[in-house]
């Protein structure tokens, strides 16, 4: 082979990477937990919530399905100023990542929801719970233990698709191996590195989300 | 037998005109024909680009337009890329290159250079109402630069340690974040401000300070001492005159700069 790999110029770029990863960790950590609770409250809205309630959520959850997130990120990032609403790129990053996993989780969990049998909820009335006790302890729960791999994996594309927002001057993952390359020239060697990185980061996380689906969710509760 | 000779004539022929043409001054050649063949760019806006209906325009074809019409003849536009220009000029298919050329040692060695006749450098730029003359008033401000492009290398390295640098991914988004007021000031080239001028926004970017300065100059054959005075005196003129003036106006959206 022809190519001299030269690794060596990336590694004086360590400090660069691991803040790189630090913020696309801090970005994935607080988009999904924020993210999950906005997408557990649409879908209550869309599923149980009052009738004015689920026209604006639909709403919400359809712009953001069927648009690219880089626009999005642009409209937060770029548009709202005009309206003198101004972010720091990290703020614009996080709101971006948030509202689109609350879309994309929305419907997921909402399938979650849509499969609970009628008699399920009826039993958990028939205990005299209230209508918040059903929704958390009968129907939430459940839901959620059914769909948590689906649930996991949008988190994990979440995270990988955290990237564009390098295109806002987050100094995240991405940013760091395009600034690397921007200086070295060695494109192969920092997004073989970075590639890599990414990779570990995406089979961690999908490891940490399978932990906690076990905590949250110890086997026997349901079914 | 024949056919040697006549070649012997052609090659005493050629020997005898050779000398002759290499002494005529390129100056006399131009008065006498009434046309001056400028070679000027196509695919450098605002310096020089087409219209629709093929009409090239520009800060460089209204400086060849300038100096036809002070030297009394006609111009001939010749339009080059930034690749071929010098061989254009070296070959004489030129007279002039007016084609944003900037002066650096290696060009020197084969061809001479005006006067300079517009500013071309990169700089830090902000609005108005932003107070900021060198590098040290950077501190605490935040600046977006294009990642990789000459301004950062050189900003990275010169920037007071307090200063945030935001780097974008290309020019539209460092002037996406200047017009939103996501920074305060950017750095980037004369002609990239020109552009967002050119657009007419609420916040006009004003040159700051120089980071790099490499203006143009017209470039044209070497040993033509009496084109090179006159194109000098015609510049000096036009700058005196406020016709050049007008161009930078008209085509970069700001006055020529003093140092110029």
């Given at each position: 082979?022809?190519?001299h790999?030269?690794?060596?110029?990336?590694?004086?770029?360590?400090?660069?990477?691991?803040?790189g990863?630090?913020?696309?960790?801090?970005?994935?950590?607080?988009?999904?937990?924020?993210g999950?609770?906005?997408?557990?409250?649409c879908?209550?809205?869309?599923?149980?919530?009052p009738?004015?309630?689920?026209?604006?959520?639909?709403?919400?959850?359809?712009?953001?399905?069927?648009?690219?997130?880089?626009?999005?990120?642009?409209?937060?990032?770029?548009?709202l100023?005009?309206?003198?609403?101004?972010?720091?790129?990290?703020?614009?990053?996080?709101i971006?990542?948030?509202?689109?996993?609350?879309?994309?989780s929305?419907?997921?969990?909402?399938?979650?929801?849509?499969?609970?049998?009628?008699?399920?909820?009826?039993?958990?009335?028939?205990?005299?719970?209230?209508r918040?006790?059903?929704?958390?302890?009968?129907?939430?729960?459940?839901?959620?233990?059914?769909?948590?791999?689906?649930?996991?994996s949008?988190?994990?594309?979440?995270?990988?698709?955290?990237a564009?927002?390098?295109?806002i001057?987050?100094?995240?993952?991405?940013?760091?191996?395009?600034?690397?390359q921007?200086?070295?020239f060695?494109?192969?060697?920092?997004?073989?590195?970075?590639?890599?990185?990414?990779?570990?980061?995406?089979?961690?996380?999908?490891?940490?989300?399978?932990?906690?689906?076990?905590?949250?969710?110890?086997?026997?509760?349901?079914? | 037998?024949?056919?040697r000779?006549?070649?012997?004539?052609?090659?005493?022929?050629?020997?005898?005109?050779?000398?002759?043409?290499?002494?005529?001054?390129?100056?006399?050649?131009?008065?006498?024909?009434?046309t001056?063949?400028?070679?000027?760019?196509?695919d450098?806006p605002?310096?020089?680009?087409?219209?629709?209906?093929l009409?090239?325009?520009?800060y460089?074809?209204?400086?060849?337009?300038?100096?036809?019409?002070k030297?009394?003849?006609?111009?001939?536009?010749?339009?080059?890329?930034?690749?071929?220009r010098?061989?254009?000029?070296?070959?004489?298919?030129?007279?002039?290159?007016?084609?944003?050329?900037?002066?650096?040692?290696?060009?020197e060695?084969?061809?001479?250079?005006?006067e300079?006749y517009?500013?071309?450098?990169?700089?830090?730029?902000?609005?108005?109402?932003?107070?900021?003359?060198?590098?040290?008033?950077?501190?605490?401000?935040?600046?977006?630069?294009?990642?990789?492009?000459?301004?950062d290398?050189?900003?990275?390295?010169?920037a007071?340690?307090?200063?945030?640098?935001?780097?974008?991914?290309?020019?539209?988004?460092?002037?996406?974040?200047?017009?939103?007021?996501?920074?305060?000031v950017?750095?980037t080239?004369?002609v990239v401000?020109a552009?967002?001028i050119?657009?007419?926004?609420?916040k006009?970017?004003?040159t700051?300070?120089?980071i790099k300065?490499?203006?143009?100059?017209i470039?044209?054959?070497?040993?033509?001492?009496?084109?090179?005075?006159?194109?000098?005196?015609?510049?000096?003129?036009?700058?005196?005159?406020?016709?050049?003036?007008?161009?930078?106006?008209?085509w970069?959206?700001?006055p020529?700069?003093?140092?110029?």
């Open positions: 082979m022809a190519y790999f030269d690794f060596g110029a990336i590694l004086d770029y360590t400090p660069v990477l691991i803040k990863i630090a913020i696309t960790g801090e970005l994935i950590g607080i988009g999904a937990v924020i999950v609770a906005v997408g557990i409250a879908a209550w809205a869309r599923t149980f919530g009738a004015w309630l689920r026209p604006p959520v639909s709403a919400y959850v359809e712009l953001m399905r069927n648009t690219p997130f880089l626009v999005q990120l642009f409209f937060i990032f770029f548009g100023p005009s309206l003198g609403i101004k972010l720091t790129e990290m703020e614009g990053a996080i971006a990542m948030v509202v689109n996993l609350g879309a994309y929305t419907e997921i969990i909402r399938a979650g929801i849509q499969a609970t049998p009628r008699g399920v909820i009826e039993a958990g009335s028939s205990l005299a719970m209230t918040l006790q059903v929704f958390r302890y009968v129907i939430l729960k459940p839901a959620l233990q059914r769909i948590w791999p689906a649930l996991s949008q988190i994990v594309i979440v995270m990988l698709g955290s564009v927002c390098s295109q001057a987050v100094e995240e993952l991405t940013f760091a191996a395009n600034f690397i921007s200086r070295t060695r494109a192969f060697e920092t997004y073989f590195v970075v590639t890599g990185i990414y990779l570990l980061l995406a089979v961690l996380l999908r490891q940490l989300l399978r932990a906690l689906g076990w905590w949250l969710f110890p086997k026997k509760a349901v079914r | 037998m024949k056919s000779s006549l070649l012997l004539g052609l090659v005493a022929l050629a020997l005898s005109i050779a000398p002759l043409a290499g002494h005529a001054e390129a100056l006399d050649d131009i008065m006498k024909s009434g001056l063949k400028v070679a000027v760019p196509q450098f605002p310096f020089g680009s087409v219209t629709p209906d009409k090239p325009v520009g460089d074809i209204d400086v060849a337009n300038l100096i036809g019409k030297l009394g003849v006609k111009v001939e536009l010749v339009p080059v890329t930034s690749a071929n010098i061989p254009y000029l070296q070959t004489k298919k030129v007279d002039l290159v007016i084609s944003s050329l900037g002066k650096n040692p290696d060009r060695k084969v061809i001479d250079f005006s300079p517009a500013p071309f450098f990169n700089g830090v730029f902000g609005a108005a109402d932003v107070k900021v003359s060198k590098v040290g008033d950077l501190a605490g401000m935040t600046v977006g630069v294009t990642r990789g492009a000459v301004e290398l050189e900003l990275s390295k010169i007071p340690p307090t200063a945030t640098i935001k780097r974008y991914e290309d020019n539209n988004g460092t002037i996406s974040a200047f017009l939103s007021g996501q920074v305060q950017i750095a080239g004369n401000a552009a967002i050119a657009k007419n926004p609420p006009k970017p004003e700051k300070f120089l300065n490499s203006p143009c100059s470039g044209l054959n070497k040993d033509e001492p009496k084109l090179l005075q006159k194109v000098n005196a015609i510049i000096a003129e036009s700058r005196k005159d406020g016709s050049l003036n007008a161009i930078s106006v008209k970069l959206g700001a020529l700069p003093a140092t110029l």
